[in-house]
């Protein structure tokens, strides 16, 4: 070995020495905020005990194992503006449209607590001069409600593979009773609850933990599907994954619940 090749390895070997010292180095900076993090993880857990859980078991891999099906405008048809349209016309049909399903007050029909009559009567405050159409309206709502073709399929189909499969839906008496034919899924299904017998409606987080605890389900390990959005982040926020149903088809929506299956979270 010649000067110049003795000189070369002995820059090489100095170089090594020094990588391995500055490797060395940061290992033990990167131990000391290991160390640091797992102090403040301790002090974090004895000071916000619930808080802490709740981290924990945010971290956990769940997989879906559970669907929770909304009801109206997802298994069944409910379109209320048609509905009346057909009824009445156009025009007036967009007035009733007004005074009974996209006003507030609807929302007492399906938390069951006032009467059928007290709900109307705040229905006609709105539109006095459609006392007589709200009530008839209301009388034939039966007819506006009808199962949706596909909906007891996919039920049966997502059971043979192993889901669990419930309904979470706002929803009222008078339609159970005038529209029986549209809850033909539910021996289907493994359970679910109704607003109307609860007190509760969505998106209160209230009406999810009644589902679960009812059914001993894991929020981590359910997907809920609906059409309402708020009603979608109200799931997301209480632990359940979320899928807005905004007409993409029963094909699309077992693809979506199948891809969220195949990954834990």
């Known amino acids: 070995m010649d000067r110049e090749d003795y000189v070369f390895l002995q820059n090489i070997r100095r170089e090594a020495d020094e990588l391995g010292r500055a490797i060395a180095e940061n290992i033990e900076i990167i131990n000391n905020i290991k160390k640091s993090l797992e102090t403040l993880m301790e002090d974090v857990k004895a000071t916000f005990p ?135 899924f539910v021996p289907h299904t493994d359970g679910g609850v109704f607003s109307c017998r609860e007190k509760v409606t969505k998106p209160d987080p209230e009406i999810y933990k009644i589902l679960c605890e009812r059914y001993g389900l894991v929020p981590g390990e359910c997907v809920f599907i609906d059409d309402t959005v708020a009603n979608v982040i109200a799931a997301e926020n209480f632990g359940m994954k979320g899928i807005s149903y905004i007409s993409q088809g029963y094909k699309r929506l077992y693809e979506q619940i199948n891809e969220l299956r195949k990954y834990k979270w």
Not at 88 to 110: C, H, S, V, Y
Not at 130 to 152: P, S, V, W
Not at 170 to 182: K, L, V
């Open 50 to 184: 619930e808080a802490y859980q709740a981290y924990q078991a945010k971290g956990k891999q769940q997989m879906v194992k559970n669907v929770i099906f909304d009801i109206g405008r997802v298994l069944i048809d409910f379109n209320f503006e048609g509905f009346v349209e057909e009824l009445f016309g156009a025009e007036k049909g967009a007035e009733l449209t007004q005074a009974m399903w996209k006003n507030p007050d609807w929302r007492e029909l399906d938390r069951g607590v006032l009467s059928d009559e007290e709900v109307l009567k705040l229905f006609i405050s709105k539109a006095p001069g459609l006392e007589h159409e709200i009530r008839y309206t209301f009388a034939k709502l039966g007819d506006c409600a009808q199962l949706r073709e596909g909906a007891i399929e996919l039920i049966d189909r997502l059971k043979a593979e192993g889901f669990g499969v419930y309904y979470l839906s706002n929803y009222f008496e008078y339609i159970m009773h005038t529209a029986p034919w549209a809850l033909e």
